[in-house]
């Protein structure tokens, strides 16, 4: 990633230094530097203050990859994204949805077990001359994908696990 840091450092009050932070400091800085240059729904998604809220229902972080589908109509290849929400923090699941798909690459495990195949850390959109590109750092693994615009689209979900 660019801007995200995966990798942060931060200081407490108390002056001592927690290294392996994540952080999207850099990027929400500089998202207005380039916010016009993202496609509509891009922006949409990126600009959303709840998009980077870690303690919102609406935050990626955390979000279980679910499904992986393509389809091409009129010669155009899109890409959908389906993620599962965490019943201790969404109440949502997030549905993303690539038109005009020129490039993606995947990196990402196999289920095992009764873990979740990937786990969202955080996501980037930049802007790209195809229109933009999306990376999403997994536990463990990435997606990118390089698309004309996207959507992402919250849907209600049932949590029966819910405290």
Same mark, same amino acid.
């Given at each position: 990633?660019?801007?995200?840091?995966?990798?942060?450092?931060?200081?407490?009050?108390? %002056?001592?230094?927690?290294?392996? +932070?994540?952080?999207?400091?850099?990027?929400?800085?500089? =998202?207005?530097?380039?916010?016009?240059?993202? &496609?509509? %729904?891009?922006? *949409?998604?990126? $600009?959303? #203050?709840? /998009?980077?809220?870690?303690?919102?229902?609406?935050? +990626?972080?955390?979000?279980?990859?679910?499904?992986?589908?393509?389809?091409? *109509?009129? %010669?155009? *290849?899109?890409?959908?994204?389906?993620?599962? /929400?965490?019943?201790?923090?969404?109440?949502?699941?997030?549905?993303?949805?690539?038109? %005009?798909?020129?490039?993606?690459?995947?990196?990402?495990? $196999? &289920?095992?077990?009764?873990?979740?195949?990937? +786990?969202?850390?955080?996501?980037?959109?930049?802007? /790209? &001359?195809?229109? @933009?590109? /999306?990376?999403?750092? =997994?536990?463990?693994?990435?997606?990118?994908? +390089? @698309?004309?615009?996207? *959507? $992402?689209?919250?849907?209600? $979900?049932?949590? #029966?696990?819910?405290?």
């Amino acid at each position: 990633m660019k801007y995200v840091d995966l990798d942060a450092s931060m200081t407490l009050p108390g %002056g001592e230094v927690i290294d392996g +932070v994540i952080s999207p400091v850099e990027y929400l800085k500089r =998202l207005p530097e380039f916010a016009d240059a993202l &496609p509509a %729904g891009a922006r *949409t998604f990126a $600009a959303d #203050p709840q /998009h980077y809220d870690f303690h919102g229902p609406r935050c +990626v972080k955390d979000l279980n990859l679910e499904r992986i589908s393509f389809d091409k *109509t009129d %010669g155009e *290849t899109s890409m959908e994204l389906m993620f599962r /929400h965490n019943c201790w923090k969404h109440e949502e699941d997030l549905i993303i949805r690539y038109e %005009g798909v020129s490039d993606y690459g995947l990196d990402i495990a $196999a &289920p095992s077990g009764i873990e979740p195949r990937s +786990v969202v850390i955080l996501d980037e959109i930049l802007p /790209h &001359p195809d229109g @933009c590109s /999306h990376e999403i750092a =997994l536990r463990p693994g990435a997606i990118t994908v +390089v @698309c004309r615009d996207l *959507t $992402a689209t919250w849907v209600e $979900a049932d949590c #029966p696990d819910k405290p």
